[in-house]
């Protein structure tokens, strides 16, 4: 996973609620084995027309934010199926940051797994940050200091989790870590399971 | 005296493997049920880091997302549903995972398999890369959807580090009305909370209109927690759950059986246990229900009309249903019981299991699907839920009303395989998302019950199922 630290860009403003995971990735884009290339069927529905052409009225079409990597939502983004591909589309694209006013919990945490920082912050500081991406006008997420910086000068703050925020400064790989800190722990859980509920380890 | 705790703090605390810092955990995740649309990008990382699956009978795996429901015999056409399916298969071999391949009759639909074969179990912690494994909660699991890089990491380590979620309750007392089930009650639920009400939460089942359920029923319950924006429902087991259990292939065997009750039998919240939340719904007031947008909260009784957004007061709201009424095609006003279907869908992990066909097949016996129904089709939850429902004849009933008659698995509830609704088509579907593109790009959907979707497929507009036998009755 890459380390996230400090980024500047001009967010791209797409303020509705609930936005799934089918609408972020739809389920024609699920059949591939590799978390490559899904950045195409990023909001596949929206972007593209019924004769598949781009839509040019949609906010993703649009070449003043095709280089974003902040994406401005609203309440429960990323709702429903669990489908990974949604963080995958979303990196792909480049989008490493989404601010919304809340957060699904299984994307908030597939997004933290592929080092997407996910900032939920009030609804009125969501809407002025839509309008800076609508003004062209450019964001600075500092991790470190877990602020929202604007180009006049006004800083927002967030709360994250101490875990997600150290494995995200440092890039961290999950799996390592625990395996590196928790084996042994792992092991006498299992020993102690085997004698409370034996019919969970028959082979 | 320990403070008063909730089944889920109970179940937390009994997997926790080492504290983290801020209200976090390792858990120790006891089952893990594969599939092949979010395994293949896990199985892959893991053998490029020459990292072993801890404990390969700890997990079940089967192909149920993408797979064809007819003429499966000659494989699967579509080449990248192809591929995803080998890959299972080889990523399974080489890891020693238990398998249901495609011909197996205990293949199905991961929520549905999983309870069948006992593989469920009270108490444990269950998870499989797909949100609707909440339906595993019924048996007072701890079950909840991952994505991929969880799916690794339970693969590598058989633990999880989550952050502990808050207490819900939603109680539902009192005696559902006849022709009132399960999944009108989770819709109403939903409908009340809103699809992130339980965002944050584990949502406990409660009361005596749940304890009254079938196991068959509870899981529809707990597999729409999901909806609510809850990972995890949870209904505390009980004599229902244990004879449910007694004698499927993983159950705890006779010797151990007794030891597994004794346990089992601590699963509930203390009297006292303190929820962050409370709701409280009462059963008779209950009616059948219809979503009329799209997300599982637009829903109202099948009585009601298609609402006028002008009267939402909530401007997100307002106009989250101007756009779904634009994209249902749907006039502020119509009664919903007018409104007209041309597809009808029964399956899903929310309603696929032999009760959700027996319900239908009740509705349909002796009657037709109305000629203005293009396609009905009625796809089971498993090899099993389909033997047992041939036994009992219901294929027959539902071959002769006209409905196609499938083979298990995922099928129009997502429709990543070829079973989808065409663009601009209705459908009265049984399963548990009514999104935008959900069961085909440009398609509508209306969530409803088995015997409701059974009644719109014979009168072909969505009927009220109370009455419905004594108007149309024989
Ligand atoms: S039936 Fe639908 S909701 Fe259930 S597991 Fe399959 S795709 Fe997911």
Redesign the pocket.
């Known amino acids: 996973m890459n380390a996230f630290r400090r980024l500047q860009s001009i967010p791209t403003p797409f303020c509705h609620d609930n936005i799934d995971t089918d609408a972020i990735i739809p389920a024609a884009y699920l059949k591939t084995v590799s978390r490559e290339g899904l950045g195409e069927g990023l909001f596949a529905n929206l972007r593209y027309r019924d004769d598949k052409t781009p839509d040019p009225q949609c906010v993703f079409n649009e070449p003043r934010f095709e280089s974003s990597r902040i994406l401005i939502s609203g309440d429960n983004f990323g709702c429903g199926?669990s489908r990974e591909h949604a963080a995958w589309a979303l990196v792909d694209r480049g989008y490493i940051c989404v601010i919304a006013e809340s957060f699904a919990d299984i994307f908030a945490s597939n997004a933290f797994k592929n080092g997407i920082l996910t900032i939920a912050l009030p609804k009125d500081q969501v809407t002025r940050l839509a309008a800076e991406g609508e003004a062209g006008r450019s964001l600075v997420v500092d991790l470190q200091e877990m602020t929202v910086g604007l180009e006049d000068g006004t800083v927002f703050t967030f709360d994250l989790d101490d875990f997600r925020r150290t494995c995200l400064l440092n890039g961290l790989d999950e799996v390592g870590l625990t395996i590196k800190h928790h084996a042994k722990a792992i092991s006498a859980f299992e020993e102690r399971q085997k004698l409370e509920q034996p019919w969970l380890y028959r082979q | 005296m320990p403070s008063p705790r909730t089944l889920y703090d109970k179940i937390w605390h009994n997997h926790l493997v080492s504290d983290a810092e801020s209200g976090s955990g390792l858990i120790y995740i006891d089952r893990h049920l594969v599939?092949e649309v979010t395994s293949p990008q896990a199985f892959e990382k893991l053998a490029n880091q020459g990292i072993p699956v801890r404990r390969p009978e700890a997990a079940l795996a089967v192909a149920?997302?993408n797979i064809p429901t007819v003429g499966r015999a000659e494989g699967i056409t579509d080449e990248l549903a192809r591929l995803q399916v080998d890959m299972l298969r080889r990523n399974v071999m080489r890891t020693n995972i238990p398998y249901y391949d495609v011909d197996d009759v205990r293949q199905g639909?991961?929520?549905v398999i999983g309870p069948e074969q006992g593989f469920t179990q009270p108490g444990l912690t269950i998870v499989c890369g797909?949100?609707?494994t909440s339906?595993h909660g019924a048996f007072g699991a701890l079950a909840f959807g991952i994505g991929t890089s969880e799916v690794e990491h339970v693969l590598a380590t058989q633990t999880l580090t989550l952050k502990k979620a808050k207490n819900m309750r939603v109680t539902v007392s009192g005696t559902l009305p006849l022709g009132v089930t399960a999944k009108d009650m989770a819709l109403a639920i939903i409908g009340e909370i809103g699809t992130n009400g339980g965002t944050g939460h584990v949502i406990e089942f409660a009361g005596e209109a749940v304890e009254a359920l079938s196991m068959e029923a509870r899981m529809t319950l707990c597999?729409m927690a999901i909806e609510a924006g809850a990972r995890s429902g949870l209904i505390a087991p009980d004599e229902t759950t244990f004879r449910y259990l007694q004698g499927r292939p993983f159950s705890p065997k006779a010797g151990q059986w007794e030891q597994a009750i004794t346990l089992w039998s601590q699963l509930s919240s203390d009297p006292e246990a303190k929820f962050d939340r409370e709701v409280h719904l009462e059963a008779s007031q209950i009616a059948p229900q219809v979503t009329w947008g799209t997300n599982p909260e637009q829903v109202l009784a099948i009585t009601g009309h298609v609402p006028d957004p002008a009267t939402i007061a909530d401007k997100g709201k307002r106009e989250a249903a101007e756009r779904a009424l634009a994209y249902m095609d749907l006039t502020p006003g119509m009664p919903l019981s007018e409104i007209a279907v041309s597809h009808v869908f029964i399956?899903?992990?929310?309603n696929?299991r032999i009760e959700d066909l027996r319900a239908a097949a009740d509705v349909l016996r002796g009657r037709k699907v109305a000629d203005s129904v293009t396609q009905a089709m009625v796809v089971p939850g498993s090899g099993l839920v389909k033997m047992m429902a041939e036994d009992e004849g219901l294929d027959r009933v539902f071959l002769d009303a006209g409905f196609e008659w499938r083979d298990p698995?995922?099928?129009m509830?997502?429709a990543?395989n070829p079973d989808k609704v065409p663009p601009g088509a209705r459908c009265a579907s049984t399963?548990?998302?009514n999104f935008v593109g959900r069961q085909g790009p440009g398609s509508r959907t209306h969530l409803l019950s088995p015997a409701m979707a059974a009644a719109a497929a014979v009168t072909g507009h969505l009927t009220d199922i109370r009455g419905f036998s004594a108007v149309e009755g024989e």
């Open positions: 199926s | 599939h149920d997302h639909i991961v929520h797909d949100s609707h339906t597999n399956g899903s992990c929310t696929s698995g995922c099928s509830c997502l990543m399963s548990n998302r």
